[in-house]
């Protein structure tokens, strides 16, 4: 009997599914900060405590940093400080055009992404950080 059209249709859009829908689950083991890229010279995004549950969405190459999301903040956290699980984390490479425009428009930092998008090359200095907003 042959495999209905609609059945296979469902089946080829199932392997299209986004990577969110793939994340993984672990938690902060100790209180970290959350980057805007996977690197300690980029801007903190969020302030995570221990214990903290996270969607891990990848990690860079050796598994060192993983994009996770914490609530409504994404960004990266140093593995160190994440439980065992993200090591079955799929590898992903990191854009700051690329993940910036999906997760940081408006964000302070952002105005200076000319800057941050050579943050690999030899000799790159981290901007300074965005003036400080007054109290309201």
Request: hydrophobic share 40%; aromatic share 12%; with cysteine.
């Amino acid at each position: 009997m042959p495999i209905p059209v609609s059945t296979r249709w469902l089946a080829a859009l199932s392997l299209l599914l986004p990577l969110a829908a793939l994340a993984q689950t672990a938690s902060t083991l100790q209180a970290v900060n959350m980057r805007a890229g996977p690197d300690r010279v980029f801007p903190v995004v969020s302030w995570l405590p221990a214990r903290t549950p996270v969607r891990v969405f990848g990690c860079t190459t050796r598994w060192r940093w993983c994009d996770v999301a914490a609530g409504r903040n994404r960004g990266w956290v140093d593995s160190r400080y994440l439980s065992n699980a993200v090591r079955r984390a799929p590898i992903v490479n990191f854009s700051v055009p690329t993940y910036w425009d999906r997760h940081y428009r408006g964000r302070p930092w952002d105005v200076d992404r000319n800057q941050w998008s050579n943050w690999r090359s030899p000799g790159f200095r981290p901007p300074p950080p965005p003036p400080m907003r007054p109290p309201r």
